[in-house]
């Protein structure tokens, strides 16, 4: 410790008092969160496994997959990081690892969101994220974190600069979302929009169908007309009672 100032040692014997932690990894938390002590703090506690990624492996794993024109990682890296993992590109695992990077557009990672998910999940080798993708996916059965998973994908899966999600991308997102939470609307839903919307889904409506996918039951049963829904589920309300789309008990 006698490179730190004195700042820093005091800010390390602090962070070893209260995690029992060695010194190394109190200097790498420390390290990994500029020297914020709470950011420290909130990265080791994150972590199920209490070991600190070695920044250099990080940087060995990011130059593997870094795209060779740009200081990105971008389509063809990430196709190459899915057949390292073993996992379909179109795998929802990916998007929650995308969720854990904070990433801002599909099929691109910057250095900083790489190296962010990689050390919030505590891992510097192919061998170890692969050991958490059943984790990545557990992950999607807590109902809090596949509320702020849903609410990512939109940004996530929009096109730069747009407002709205183009119509196609969405339901592709619908269904990969609730194949995880099961709504035995989501085909009905889908084909809704193509015979009678066909235009980008706005965020409001984006946010709102987990809402309505969530407290109306699916035989409508419950579902108040005069409830502060988006027209579009009101529409779609009127689509599934037009074609006799609702199976309701006796």
Same mark, same amino acid.
Not at 21 to 46: C, H, P, R
Not at 74 to 89: F, K, R, T
Not at 92 to 118: P, Y
Not at 119 to 125: A, E, F, I, K, R
């Given at each position: ?25 109190? !200097? ?44 990105? !990682? ?24 995308? %969720? ?48 702020? !998973? ?23 997102? %619908? ?7 099961? %709504? ?44 502060? %829904? ?21």
């Amino acid at each position: 410790m006698h490179r730190l100032g004195r700042g820093h040692r005091d800010k390390v014997q602090q962070f070893m008092a209260i995690t029992g932690t060695s010194e190394k990894v109190a !200097i790498q938390a420390l390290k990994a969160s500029d020297w914020n002590l709470e950011g420290a703090f909130d990265l080791f506690y994150s972590q199920p496994i209490r070991s600190m990624p070695d920044s250099r492996h990080l940087e060995e794993l990011y130059q593997r997959y870094k795209d060779p024109y740009t200081d990105m !990682i971008m389509a063809d890296g990430i196709s190459l990081l899915c057949n390292d993992l073993q996992v379909d590109p179109g795998d929802i695992v990916m998007l929650v690892l995308s %969720w854990h990077m904070k990433a801002a557009t599909m099929c691109e990672f910057s250095k900083q969101e790489f190296f962010i998910g990689l050390q919030t999940l505590g891992v510097d080798s192919i061998d170890k994220l692969k050991e958490r993708i059943l984790y990545l996916r557990s992950e999607l059965k807590d109902e809090q974190k596949f509320r702020e !998973i849903y609410n990512f994908a939109f940004n996530w899966a929009k096109e730069k600069g747009q407002k709205s999600l183009a119509l196609d991308t969405a339901i592709g997102m %619908w269904q990969l979302l609730f194949a995880e939470r099961q %709504w035995p609307l989501v085909d009905h839903w889908c084909q809704f929009l193509q015979a009678r919307h066909n235009k980008a889904i706005s965020k409001d409506t984006w946010s709102q169908l987990l809402e309505f996918a969530k407290m109306v039951d699916p035989s409508l049963s419950n579902y108040d007309a005069e409830g502060a %829904w988006p027209y579009l589920i009101d529409e779609f309300v009127e689509y599934l009672n037009e074609n006799d789309l609702i199976h309701r008990s006796s």
